[in-house]
Every structure is written in structure tokens, then in C-alpha cells.
């Protein structure tokens, strides 16, 4: 397979000094995705199971995050929460997007809570998968994605801990990911958002508690039960957190909710969407 016919590569648009890769696709209003920090993710590898089952409802948009998947690289990057903000900001103004929905999966949920709390108006609800977020320790799960070196084996092992049902970590989907993940420029960029001690990564993703109080978005919050990466505390606290809030908990389910429970997390976001808003 060429570069030119990879999925993973979609539409590119400028977005402040670099261009973003990404999926535009469907009509409706626009729903926009955002990804995890896994390593060879990109919005293709997190969201395709959902485009076919969602296109028909909404405006799908899923980016490659800076420092992910196929958006530009520009030399000397600082990867940081907020400059994933501004790039998604920047990339609502270039589709000229006054609002939308978002879905942030894991960091991706970190990154739409950043949002939320910086510009309240252009989210309109907000969905928070196995998200981070909020201070935890650590866990051996994570810590492994994050220090992950190229290779095979280590590949299999996280799609392992990524999935509470070994048989979707297949060996076609190890051998994407793990090709995925040695694409020129994609390690170098990975290796140098998490370096050892990785707790300071998971701090500097937490907002300050008291602006994640302040979200006054409906949110819906889904975990999975069996998720190793980032633990279902999570999405208790940020209940407890989020005034307008409510959680779902999927059991015999991983950090991989998208890809273990697709049918049921599509049904559950498009009856959360189409609620009327709560005055």
C-alpha cells in the first residue's frame, strides 16, 4: 500500500503554521472527534468503525492531533495541551464551524474538557470516553503505551492491554499499528511527548478541578470496566465533578470502547445527541 492510497490519509487543511489531516465526512451537524494518545494512532485507527454506523446522522470531522498520525510535523513542535487546544480551535475557523459536539477518547477526553473550559460556546455537548483528564497515578497500563519502543511483540502486547476481549488485538490490527507506528517522523514525535518520570504527562493533562466544575455542557461519560490504561476512578470523579453530567460503564470492556462496543457506543452518543438540551 502507498502512502497516497493509506485511509488514515484524508483532507488536509492549514491550521495556524502546519497543515491537519483529516476526516470530513457525512451531513448534519458536525461532530468532532478527537483521539487518544496510543502509539500509530491516528483518527482512522481510533474512529473508522464508527464512520459508516454515524455518517448518515451527523458531519463527522476526526483530526490527526498534532505529533499524530499524518498531520504536518513542523520542525521543533512543543506538543502541549494547549496547543492541541488552539489547533482544533484553528481547525474550527478553517472549516468555519461556529459549534459543534465533541468526542474525545482517553487524552482526546482531556483535550475536549480543555476545550470546554476555554470556549464554552463552540462546544455544544460533550461526550468523554475513558478519558484522562484529572490527576491519577499512573498505571502500568499507561505507562507501557506511553514508553513503548517499535517492535512486534511490544506492539501485541498493548492491543492486549488496550482490550478486554484479546481477539479483536488480531494480528492484522498488530501489524497496522506497529507499521503505523514506525511511519517517518511518528516515533520521534511520540517518544518525546512522554519521557520518564511519565506521571508529569498525566498531571500536565489534568485541569485545575474547580474549571472542570465550571463545565455546564451535558457530558456523557463512558468507561469500560476492565480498562487497564486508565482507570474507571476517572470517570467517577469527573462525574462527581460535572455538574450536568451522567456515566455509562460498559462491562467486559477495555480501554477500547469505540472498537469493543461499537454498535452499542454509536446507539448510546446518537440517543445522548438527540436529546433536546436541558434548560
Known amino acids: 500500500m502507498t502512502e497516497t492510497t493509506r485511509p488514515e490519509i484524508a483532507k488536509s487543511i492549514q491550521t495556524g503554521s502546519f497543515c491537519t489531516n483529516y476526516h470530513d465526512l457525512g451531513t448534519g451537524y458536525p461532530v468532532v472527534f478527537l483521539h487518544g494518545s496510543g502509539p500509530g494512532v491516528s483518527a482512522w485507527a481510533n474512529w473508522n468503525k464508527l464512520f459508516p ?71 455544544n455537548k460533550l461526550v468523554l470516553m475513558g478519558s484522562m483528564g484529572v490527576s491519577f497515578l499512573i498505571t502500568y497500563g499507561l505507562d507501557r503505551v506511553w514508553g513503548y519502543e517499535p517492535s512486534l511483540s511490544n506492539m501485541e502486547e498493548l492491543l492486549e492491554i488496550f482490550t478486554y476481549d484479546h481477539s479483536f488485538a488480531n494480528e492484522a490490527l498488530i501489524k497496522s499499528r506497529y507499521e503505523s507506528s514506525i511511519q517517518p517522523g511518528f516515533q520521534e514525535s511520540f517518544s518525546s511527548m512522554f519521557p520518564a518520570p511519565r506521571q508529569r504527562r498525566v498531571e500536565s493533562m489534568a485541569a485545575d478541578e474547580n474549571h472542570i466544575r465550571d463545565i455546564s455542557n451535558e457530558t456523557l461519560i463512558v468507561h469500560g470496566r476492565e480498562d487497564r490504561v486508565i482507570p474507571v476512578e476517572n470517570s467517577l470523579r469527573l462525574l462527581d465533578l460535572i455538574h450536568n453530567s451522567e456515566l455509562h460503564i460498559f462491562g467486559k470492556c477495555g480501554h477500547w470502547t469505540q472498537i469493543e462496543k461499537t454498535s452499542e457506543f454509536a446507539n448510546l452518543i446518537c440517543e445522548f445527541f438527540s436529546r433536546p438540551a436541558k434548560s
Request: aromatic share 10%.
Open 53 to 123: 454506523l454515524l455518517k448518515d446522522k451527523y458531519r463527522i470531522i476526526a483530526p490527526d492531533l498534532a505529533g499524530f498520525g499524518y498531520t504536518e510535523r513542523p520542525e521543533n513542535a512543543v506538543y502541549d495541551m494547549a496547543n492541541w487546544v488552539k489547533q482544533v480551535e484553528t481547525l474550527f475557523d478553517a472549516l468555519e464551524l461556529d459549534d459543534a459536539h465533541l468526542v474525545g477518547n482517553s487524552f482526546g477526553g482531556a483535550l475536549a474538557m480543555s476545550i470546554a473550559i476555554r470556549n464554552p460556546k463552540r462546544v
